[in-house]
């Protein structure tokens, strides 16, 4: 069974965001980048998955500009065994991704796929979900436990939902999105640092895969969030009770 793992290349999360002066996104030049959290999670599962004996190949795939690539090579060193570039400029938004990835499968016929639940840069929680439906596959999102029966041929995901926990069974191929709770991902060693010199990374443009690259939608403005006011320091419970309900209004 092959297991493909979408990762997108995005902002470091340590990095703190700052917008471009013609408010059209965020600063990416000069400003360092990684794999996506949820995507470092969602290929550590699938790694388990295949060191369990319950897949054959892990295949990562990402999307964007010529670096991305340098994604794939951290994924690779984590320890997939190939990977896939579909090279495209400009904004990549999430109904355009899952229709690459739904070509793709048509060409590597995976019988899972591990995504993030969201990518951290656009926040979007939607490419998965799309996915799922352009595929008609069942999906299993914001997994938290992802139990595989080969026999079978199903997926047990456990989901965290606002009471309690959530039980899905899926049949295979499906589409599971990965919560920050499912594992602990790896960190690459040098060794496979260097094994992941060798390994393959596939091109592949947008038009090979007959996607075509174009929007329906259009970000208007990106801005800043209103910066916060100094918080003040009351002497005695009673001030602080007569400005939460004269000044605050909130009691
Ligand atoms: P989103 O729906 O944009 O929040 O992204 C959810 C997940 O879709 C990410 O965690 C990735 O697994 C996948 N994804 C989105 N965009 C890309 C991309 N450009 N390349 C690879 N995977 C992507």
Redesign the pocket.
């Known amino acids: 069974m092959k297991v493909l793992?979408?990762?997108?290349?995005v902002v470091d999360y340590a990095v703190k965001i700052r917008v471009k002066p013609d408010k059209s996104g965020v600063e990416t030049q000069n400003v360092k980048m990684s794999m996506?959290p949820?995507?470092e999670i969602?290929l550590e599962e699938a790694l388990r998955i295949k060191e369990a004996g319950l897949a054959s190949e892990v295949v990562a795939?990402?999307?964007?500009s010529a670096q991305?690539v340098d994604t794939l090579r951290t994924g690779l060193a984590m320890g997939a065994d190939r990977g896939i570039h579909?090279e495209a400029t400009g904004a990549?938004?999430?109904l355009t991704?899952a229709k690459v990835?739904k070509a793709l499968v048509e060409v590597e016929k995976p019988r899972l796929i591990i995504?993030?639940?969201?990518?951290i840069?656009?926040?979007?929680?939607?490419?998965?979900?799309?996915v799922a439906g352009l595929l008609g596959w069942p999906q299993g999102t914001f997994a938290s436990k992802v139990l595989l029966d080969r026999e079978k041929q199903l997926a047990t995901v456990e989901r965290e939902v606002d009471g309690g926990l959530e039980t899905l069974c899926l049949d295979l191929p499906a589409v599971i999105?990965?919560d920050l709770r499912l594992n602990q991902p790896r960190y690459a060693t040098l060794p496979n640092i260097m094994k992941a010199k060798s390994k393959v990374i596939k091109k592949y443009t947008p038009q090979e895969l007959n996607v075509e690259i174009k929007s329906d939608l259009e970000v208007i403005e990106v801005t800043e969030p209103p910066k916060r006011k100094a918080g003040v320091i009351v002497s005695s419970v009673d001030e602080l009770i007569d400005k939460l309900k004269n000044e605050a209004h909130v009691i």
Do not use: E, I, W
Not at 5 to 9: E, I, Q, S, T
């Open positions: 793992v979408a990762v997108k290349r996506n949820f995507c969602a795939v990402s999307m964007g991305c579909v990549l938004y999430p991704v990835l995504m993030g639940k969201q990518a840069d656009d926040d979007c929680n939607q490419t998965g979900q799309m999105t990965t």
